[in-house]
């Protein structure tokens, strides 16, 4: 199975450059990590991405949640991932009809595919929301590499997702003529896609398990890793409310790493 691959073997697997420029990245910096940089002022995201940035592969944004948000603020960014190695992912759970999705990705405020590495968006609306968010790269940015992770499952205790909702998002993830824009899928389970050009992205992760007050649900760095296949864990105030911030992403990349070197010597 894809799990027990190394990202060394997966990167050849992939379809598209971006997803085997994520694999070769996570397999050279030694880290799965993606950090949720869920803060409302740019200047502490930017703060954050800096003390974090070698821990990470992945900073994940939620642009949407910043009240000072400015074109410097994404130039200041990219500079940080540049100087860190790390990709960008907007958070942004795009699910509408093509059409929208495009205009939601290229245009308004945010303008998130000039910047953004990767994306996510809900498979609700079928295989059009791929075509939409592709039709969305004006001249420009379609000549940078860009990517997709469609959600296949949440971490929300009581979402709506049945295992044929899963089954078929994994088919719009795999087949078809755009699987070359899917860099992987947000799920929860190993069961959740083959596939191993693929990256399995998981949220829930934190080393006290449990659950927060919204319906979060969390698991183990080790748990999500070794038991629920996850190739990319997600932390968010795990590291964030941590009272160093560093030290946390520094010990939940270790950990993550840890579990990830088991997977794949068994
Ligand atoms: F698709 C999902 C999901 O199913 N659960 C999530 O928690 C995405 N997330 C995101 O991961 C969520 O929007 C947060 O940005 C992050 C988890 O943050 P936490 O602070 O570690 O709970």
Redesign the pocket.
């Known amino acids: 199975s894809r799990t027990k691959l190394t990202y060394e073997i997966r990167a050849n697997l992939a379809k598209s450059p971006l997803t085997k420029r994520l694999f070769t990245l996570m397999a050279t910096k030694k880290t799965n990590l993606c950090l ?1 940089a ?1 803060l409302s002022k740019a200047d502490d995201v930017l703060d954050l991405a800096n003390k974090c940035g070698p821990y990470i592969c992945m900073l ?1 944004t ?1 642009v949407d949640i910043i009240e000072d948000f400015s074109e410097a603020f994404i130039t200041n960014l990219k500079t940080v991932a540049k100087k860190h190695n790390f990709l960008i992912l907007e ?1 942004r ?1 795009f699910a509408d009809i093509g059409n929208t999705v495009s205009q939601q990705y290229g245009k308004g405020m945010y303008k998130i595919a000039s910047w953004a590495n990767l994306v ?1 968006a809900h498979t609700l609306p079928g295989r059009s929301i791929v075509q939409g968010l592709k039709a969305g790269l004006n001249n420009d940015n379609a000549r940078k590499e860009r990517g997709v992770f469609l ?1 296949a ?4 205790k009581g979402n709506l997702i049945d295992e044929k909702y899963k089954e078929r998002s994994n088919k719009i993830a795999t087949e078809g003529g755009d699987a070359d824009f899917v860099s992987g899928v ?1 799920c ?1 389970s190993s069961t959740c896609f083959g596939s191993p050009g693929l990256i399995q992205l998981t ?4 080393i006290d398990e449990g659950v ?1 007050n919204l319906g ?1 649900q ?1 698991e183990t760095p080790e748990h999500v890793v070794k038991e629920r296949g996850a190739d990319i864990g ?5 590291i ?1 409310q941590a009272a160093n911030v560093e030290k946390a992403a520094a010990t939940y990349r270790d950990r993550l790493w840890a579990a990830y070197l088991e997977r794949v010597s068994k």
């Open positions: 949720a869920d994940k939620h958070d759970k996510t959600l499952e949440m971490s929300a947000v929860q949220p829930g992760v934190k927060d979060q969390y997600i932390v968010g105030r795990g964030l």
